[in-house]
C-alpha cells in the first residue's frame, strides 16, 4: 500500500521556488499496479523520488506500508527511461548489483539462480554472460528490470521505462510485465506517457494535471482476467481511452472538445474516490 | 594479414622507411654532422656509451615514473574533490588553469633554489606539477557527468556514498581517466628531462644530452634525442597495455 497524503514540492531554482506539486493526494492498494500520466515536466519523476524516499516533500507525507517513507528504503526497486546497466559489468552481475547493497536472506547460489530465472522469463536466456554493450536498448532495458526486482522489493516504482523504446519491443516488454507480474506480488508504481500502456497494465490510471500537480483524475481499469493486446480494441478500452486522452488535454491546459454523451465540466472531473485530493 | 602480424609490421616498415628517408636526406643535402647527424652516425655512439644510455635511461625512467604515479594519487584527489562539490570545482578550476599555464622552465630554478640539492625530489616534483593537470580535471568531469540514475539506483536502496563513488562512480571515470594518463605520461616525461637539461645535476637522459652538446658531440645528441623517443614509446605503451586491462570493457566491439 502507497499513500500520498497532501503532497506538495517545490524546486528551488535561479528563478526563485519551482511549484511541482500541489496537494497531491492518491493510494495504490496492496499489489496493485497504478499508473500515473500527465503532460511533460508536470512532476511525475518528482513523484517517483518522493515514493522512494530520495527526496522529502515540503509538505505532507508519504506512508509505505503504513509507514512513513523519510529515507530511501531496500524493499523497493527503481527502474529508467535510460536503463543505466555497468557497462563493466556482466548482465548477470548488472542484474545481482542490488544485492551487494541490501541484505538478503538469499545465499550466493540462489541469488544467482533467481537471475537466471528472471533472465529467462524476461527473454534473456543465454545473455547472462554477455556485456551490456552488446545488448540492443529493449534487452537492455529488459535486463534493468530484472535487476529492479532481484531482491524481492514489495514496491516497484517505474519511470518511462518502456519510453525510449520502438512499439513492437515496448508491446513485448508489456506482456513481459504481466508475466513477472504473475510470477511474484508487487505494488507497482508506473510513469508513463503511453495511454495504452497505461490501461493494459494497471488497475488505476492516475492523471496528473499541469505543474504544480495534482491528481486530476481516476481511472479504475477493470479488464478481468490475464490481458492480452487485443482487450485494448474493446469498446470498453477504446472509451477509456478516449477519456484518458480528454483528461490530458484538460490537464495539458486546452479545452478537451466537449463529448456529446458525457459532458465534462470545465474544472477537474473525477471519477471514483480520491481520497483528500478535494482538499 | 593476421591482426598481430599487422600491428608489429605497421610501424616496423614506417619506423625504417623514416630512418632511411632521414638518411637519404642528410647524404643528399651534404649536412655536415654537426648540423644534422645521420642515422648511421648514431650507432657507433650508442655502441660507445651503451652503458651510460641504461644507466641514465633507469634515472629518467624512475623519476618519471615515480612523478606520474604522484600526479595520479593527487590528481585524482583533486579531481574527484571537483567532481563531488561544484563549490570546490568553481574555486579551484581557474587556480588550477592559471597554475598550468605557468611554464615549468621557470619553475625549475625556483624549485632547485628551495630544494637545493635535492635533485631526484626536485626532478619527481616537476614531472609531477606538469602531468596532474589533464587527470584532475577528466577525473572531475567524469564524475560531475555521471547520469543521476546511475547514483539513484543506488542510493534508492540505500547505499552510502562511498558505496556509489565505488561501485559505479569510480569504474565509470577509468576510460576518461586513461585517456588523461595518456597525456599525463608523456608530460611527466617532459617535465622530468627539462629539470635535468635546465637544473644540470648530473642525472638521467637530459644530462647525456649536455655532455653531448658541450663536448660539441652532435650525434651523441641525436642520439639521446632517439633514446628518449623510445623511453616515451615504452612508457605510453605501458599505460595502454593498463588501460586494456582495467577499462577494456569501453572499446566497443568492431
Ligand atoms: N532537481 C531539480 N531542480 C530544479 N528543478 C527541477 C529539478 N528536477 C526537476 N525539476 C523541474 O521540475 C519539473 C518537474 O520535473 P519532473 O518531475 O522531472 O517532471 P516529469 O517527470 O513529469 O517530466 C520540471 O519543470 C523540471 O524542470
Ligand atoms: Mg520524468
Known amino acids: 500500500m502507497i499513500e500520498l497524503r497532501e503532497v506538495s514540492h517545490a524546486y528551488t531554482t535561479k528563478a526563485g521556488p519551482l511549484p511541482v506539486l500541489d496537494n497531491l493526494s492518491l493510494q495504490i492498494p496492496e499489489n496493485s499496479f497504478c499508473a500515473v500520466v500527465g503532460p511533460s515536466g508536470c512532476g511525475k519523476s518528482t513523484l517517483t523520488r518522493l515514493v522512494s524516499g530520495l527526496m522529502r516533500p515540503d509538505e505532507g507525507q508519504v506512508w509505505l506500508h503504513s509507514e512513513l517513507v523519510s529515507s530511501p528504503r531496500p524493499t523497493v526497486g527503481m527502474a529508467f527511461q535510460n536503463p543505466v546497466l555497468l557497462e563493466w559489468r556482466t548482465i548477470l552481475q548488472n542484474v545481482l548489483l542490488p544485492l551487494e547493497i541490501v541484505r538478503s536472506p538469499m545465499s550466493k547460489a540462489e541469488a544467482t539462480q533467481r537471475a537466471h530465472h528472471l533472465l529467462d522469463l524476461v527473454g534473456l536466456t543465454g545473455f547472462a554472460d554477455k556485456r551490456p554493450s552488446e545488448l540492443s536498448g529493449g534487452m537492455r532495458q529488459r535486463a534493468s528490470l530484472c535487476r529492479s526486482i532481484i531482491h524481492k522489493p514489495d514496491v516497484l516504482i517505474l519511470d518511462e521505462p518502456f519510453g525510449a523504446l520502438d512499439a513492437f519491443t515496448r508491446e513485448d516488454l508489456w506482456c513481459t510485465m504481466h508475466d513477472l507480474r504473475a510470477e511474484e506480488p508487487f505494488t507497482c508504481l508506473l510513469i508513463t506517457h503511453d495511454l495504452r500502456e497505461s490501461v493494459f497494465l494497471s488497475d488505476q490510471v492516475i492523471v496528473l494535471s499541469g505543474r504544480p500537480a495534482h491528481a486530476q483524475y481516476v481511472l479504475e481499469v477493470d479488464i478481468p482476467g490475464k490481458r492480452t493486446l487485443e482487450d485494448l480494441y474493446t469498446p470498453k478500452a477504446v472509451e477509456m481511452l478516449a477519456e484518458l486522452r480528454r483528461q490530458i488535454q484538460l490537464a495539458q491546459g486546452r479545452t478537451a472538445p466537449e463529448p456529446a454523451a458525457n459532458p465534462a465540466p470545465a474544472a477537474a472531473p473525477v471519477r471514483g474516490p480520491i481520497p483528500g485530493a478535494m482538499g | ?254
Open chain 2, 1 to 254: 594479414m593476421s591482426d598481430g602480424l599487422r600491428k608489429f609490421l605497421a610501424p616496423t616498415v614506417f619506423i625504417i622507411g623514416i630512418i632511411a628517408l632521414w638518411e637519404w636526406a642528410v647524404w643528399y643535402n651534404d649536412l655536415p654532422d654537426f648540423r644534422m647527424a645521420s642515422p648511421s652516425d648514431l650507432i657507433p655512439r650508442f655502441v660507445q656509451f651503451w652503458d651510460l644510455f641504461l644507466i641514465k635511461s633507469w634515472e629518467t625512467l624512475w623519476r618519471t615514473v615515480v612523478g606520474l604515479g604522484l600526479a595520479v594519487v593527487v590528481g585524482t584527489l583533486i579531481g574527484m574533490i571537483m567532481g563531488f562539490s561544484r563549490f570546490a570545482r568553481e574555486g579551484l578550476y581557474p587556480i588550477l588553469v592559471g597554475f598550468n599555464a605557468i611554464p615549468k622552465a621557470t619553475v625549475v630554478p625556483i624549485v632547485a633554489l628551495i630544494f637545493v640539492g635535492q635533485h631526484d625530489f626536485n626532478t619527481v616534483l616537476i614531472a609531477f606539477m606538469i602531468s596532474f593537470f589533464p587527470i584532475a580535471v577528466s577525473v572531475s568531469i567524469g564524475l560531475s557527468t555521471l547520469e543521476p540514475e546511475y547514483r539513484d539506483i543506488l542510493r534508492s536502496l540505500g547505499a552510502s556514498n562511498f558505496t556509489i563513488f565505488w561501485k559505479i562512480a569510480l569504474p565509470k571515470t577509468l576510460p576518461e581517466f586513461f585517456g588523461a594518463l595518456k597525456v599525463a605520461v608523456t608530460l611527466a616525461f617532459i617535465g622530468t628531462n627539462l629539470m635535468e637539461i635546465v637544473s644540470p645535476h648530473g642525472r638521467g637522459l637530459g644530462d647525456l644530452f649536455d655532455s653531448g652538446r658541450i663536448s660539441g658531440d652532435y650525434p651523441l645528441m641525436f642520439a639521446v634525442l632517439l633514446a628518449l623517443a623510445a623511453l616515451g614509446i615504452l612508457l605510453f605503451y605501458v599505460v595502454v597495455a593498463l588501460e586494456r586491462i582495467f577499462a577494456g570493457w569501453a572499446e566497443r566491439p568492431q
